[in-house]
């Protein structure tokens, strides 16, 4: 699902331009935060972190707030 993602991504941006992000972390049950990174490593991706110190997990509504143009320098 995340190669797929990252294909979308790579062909409206460009060739391979998806190699990092933050993903924001679902709210799915069983999901940890190690599966996510796994995931993101097998669609050969890095996954970054945020620059909180305390929760370097971004939450879906965060990501949301950030994607309509909010909360974001």
Known sequence: MLENLRDLVDTKLGK????QAIPAIPTLPGLSRNDLHEAMQLAGMVQL?????????VSEMSAAFAGMGYGLC
């Open 16 to 19: 391979r331009s998806t190699t």
């Open 49 to 57: 972190s945020t620059h909180k110190q305390y929760t370097p997990d």
